[in-house]
């Protein structure tokens, strides 16, 4: 009897977290994820900021290309393809739209701020100045 007495108040004095412990440690991840969330979203502006620019610079060495191995004519009315890497004809080559919709704050571009789901529309003229240039795809 007297060993059953005591196993019952071991096992009552068992005693899990209390509120109090409780509500620090959700106040503790509370604070954690208000910190974090602005640093993620910035780096996710940083991240799409960074595609649009790769995407210019490579719709300007495309144009250089197209430009270079012609015959000198003015590379007009092309648009760069950012899945194949190439220029083409016409925006329906285009099945679907590459800009971020970032402020890309790059000079050779115009405008300077993507929409969601543009295209660079690419022009050379025959002095070899590169125009490039956001476009909706639809």
Not at 56 to 72: I, T
Not at 80 to 93: I, P
């Amino acid at each position: 009897m007297i060993q059953m007495n005591n196993l019952l108040r071991k096992k009552l004095n068992k005693r899990g977290f209390t509120l109090a412990e409780l509500l620090v440690v959700v106040a503790i991840i509370a604070v954690l994820v208000a910190i974090s969330i602005p640093i993620f979203t910035a780096q996710l502006d940083k991240a799409k900021t960074a595609t649009d620019q790769a995407n210019l610079r490579a719709a300007k060495a495309a144009a250089v290309v197209e430009f270079l191995s012609g015959d000198g004519d003015a590379v007009t009315d092309k648009f760069y393809d950012a899945e194949s890497g190439k220029l083409v004809d016409a925006l329906t080559d285009i099945t679907e739209g590459y800009a971020q919709g970032s402020n890309v704050k790059d000079t050779s571009a115009t405008p300077e701020v993507s929409e969601k789901d543009d295209v660079i529309q690419v022009e050379v003229s025959t002095a070899g100045a590169v125009t490039l240039t956001w476009v909706d795809l639809t």
